[in-house]
């Protein structure tokens, strides 16, 4: 069974610090390129960060650049999402993507 499993979610301060974590079961993560999407409550989805399956390459949305970092250790089966000087506006449901499955998102909420 295919499956995309996202952790690491949870309420911080602005200022604070989260790292989302994204693994599979059913196929190993370190084929394929891999994208972190968020949605904020009445708003699209949107793509936050990409990185290609080598590593090799990220992109980032321009409102998230300089604070968060995509990262991968094929060797765990995992990609990271690191999210640094959070903002209010950071707020969302934060997915992954892989291979064009979704997992099921985990709340990111930032608030003092």
């Known amino acids: 069974q295919v499956q995309v499993v996202e952790s690491g979610g949870g309420l911080v301060q602005p200022g604070g610090s989260l790292r989302l974590s994204c693994t599979t079961s059913?196929?190993?993560?370190?084929?394929?390129?891999v994208s972190w999407y968020r949605q904020a409550p009445g708003k699209e989805r949107e793509l936050v960060a990409h990185?290609?399956?080598?590593?090799?390459?990220?992109n980032y949305q321009d409102s998230v650049k300089g604070r968060f970092t995509i990262s991968r250790d094929n060797a765990k089966n995992t990609v990271y999402l690191q999210m640094n000087s959070l903002k209010p506006e950071d707020t969302a449901v934060y997915y992954c993507n892989v291979r064009g499955s979704w997992g099921q998102g985990t709340q990111v909420t930032v608030s003092s």
């Open positions: 990185i290609i399956s080598t590593g090799s390459s990220r």
């Open positions: 059913g196929f190993t993560i370190s084929s394929y390129g």
